[in-house]
């Protein structure tokens, strides 16, 4: 796959702790996440080719989430965008989502609630842009995969952890997690609804070629 259609989650907060364990937790989840400690940096160095979504804080000095989201609206600039504050209110979640934002959360974060915000995002920008993800691809993956590494990866992409798969399976969790780790290194897909919207493609394209 081309790295121009990679996924992208850009962070920007002033906040550089927050900075670095929100990175450190989509890292740990198989995205690849570029920080930025204002809005400005940001506007400067991001690529928008790049698919993916934007995790952005309200509160900052200089220009605040809102403005930002206002110039990136300017620009047309229509990556998803999730907002972050400690000082949010009502009418504030509100005029985000009018304004273009796909979802608000306010501080201390809670990092599940966060991821599956930010892999909905992703999907956004992806069927926005018409699957930047070709579908060719997708089906070169998918045939990589070996039956028992597709079983897994759907009991993950159902919600299952390792344990219920194991048991499901009749297998021990420890060669679900090999298994699973073996299947995941040949897909760039690292989450439970990842891998749900990828069988789905996948799924759709057969129905499609039996039907045809």
């Known amino acids: ?64 989430g809102q403005e930002l989201l206002s110039e990136l609206n300017r620009r047309e600039y229509m990556l998803p965008v999730i907002f972050l504050t400690a000082h949010g209110d009502i009418d504030m979640a509100v005029r985000t989502m009018i304004d273009g934002a796909v979802d608000f959360q306010q501080k201390p974060l ?3 609630k966060l991821l599956c915000s930010v892999a909905r995002a992703v999907q956004i920008d992806l069927d926005r842009r018409g699957g930047a993800v070709d579908l060719k691809d997708e089906i070169l993956m998918f045939n990589k995969l070996t039956p028992r590494e597709e079983k897994v990866c759907r009991l993950v992409a159902d919600g299952l952890i390792n344990k219920q798969i194991g048991e499901r399976l009749g297998i021990s969790k420890r060669t679900v997690d090999h298994i699973r780790s073996s299947a995941l290194s040949k897909l760039p897909f690292k989450t439970a609804m990842q891998l749900a919207s990828f069988f789905n493609r996948i799924d759709a394209f057969k129905e499609r070629q039996r039907s045809g």
């Open 110 to 112: 809670l990092p599940e």
């Open 1 to 64: 796959m081309a790295q121009s259609s990679k996924t992208l989650i850009r962070v920007v907060d002033d906040d550089i702790d927050l900075l670095n364990s929100v990175a450190f937790l989509l890292e740990c989840e198989g995205y690849e996440c570029s920080i930025y400690s204002s809005a400005a940096t940001f506007l400067r160095a991001d690529v928008p080719s790049r698919p993916g979504c934007l995790i952005l804080d309200e509160q900052m000095p200089e220009m605040t």
